[in-house]
């Protein structure tokens, strides 16, 4: 079922895979009709659980032969610094296992912000990683994911509605979160690059998923609370194409969920 808040579509699935079967065949279906406009798809693609079962759907598409990745353009949202592209816990590394390796996708035409560049070329970069997303006419479909904090890429409590690509010192709470992939909170980097609140606005269209009661808190917030920094996620509420697909559980704190319909 659906409902709008605000301007934002609230979709409640019965679980993850229902939500991400949703959210895979919207994007195959732009690239469809896409690729029949003879029109490149530029996305932009988020790392963590809560796109994975989205992307497993879509390399099991490529791999039938219902999809191609050729006339797609990929951005992600962001990747810890400093990371080099080899390391297991690099975003570079995720991308390229979970779904670039099993696709057709030109690898000129998959962009993510490199964790391994010099710090005095860091802002330089982000500049460029600004131009280079508006050089391709803006991100088309944007996928997100919501930090138990509230955050949106690497968008971290206190980030301004205006900021864009940058260098970002992460909260303590999404380095402990990714800690025991990376062998412990000292071997956590401190810092990462992610576009930025504004970059993230504005995408066309923008799929946000959550699945798990975890998430819940962050969700109600989104639907529910003010526009605050001190929740990135409620800057979604000023963008006037977003989805919220979310399962039961991350459903379950929105006062008015007996008016949901699961899809
Ligand atoms: C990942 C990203 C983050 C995650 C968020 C949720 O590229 O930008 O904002 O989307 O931390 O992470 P998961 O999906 O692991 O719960």
Known sequence: MEKTVSSITVRVFEDKLSGSQYIADALRSRIHTNDSDSKRTVLGLATGGSPKKVYDLLVESVETGEL??????????DEYYPIGPESRNSYHY??????????DVDP????????DIEVSEVDHYCKAYERKIAGYGGIEIQLLGIGGNGHIGFNEPGSSIE?????????????????????????????AIT?????????????????????????????????????????????????????????????????????
């Open 94 to 103: 995720y991308m390229n296992q979970r779904l670039f390796n099993h696709t």
């Open 163 to 191: 900021s864009e690509t940058r260098l970002i010192h992460l909260d303590e709470k999404t380095r402990r979160d990714a800690a025991d992939s990376f062998g412990g909170i000292h071997q956590t980097p401190e810092k």
């Open 195 to 263: 576009m930025g609140v504004k970059t993230i606005l504005n995408a066309k269209k923008i799929y946000c998923m959550a699945w798990g009661a975890h998430k819940a808190r962050p969700v109600q917030q989104l639907i529910e609370g003010e526009i605050t920094a001190e929740w990135p996620v409620t800057f979604l509420q000023t963008h006037a194409n977003v989805e919220l697909i979310i399962d039961r559980a991350a459903a379950s704190l929105l006062t008015d969920s007996s008016n949901f319909i699961v899809n």
């Open 108 to 115: 000129g035409q998959v962009f993510i912000p490199e964790g």
């Open 68 to 77: 191609s990745f050729q006339n797609v353009t990929s951005f992600n949202l």
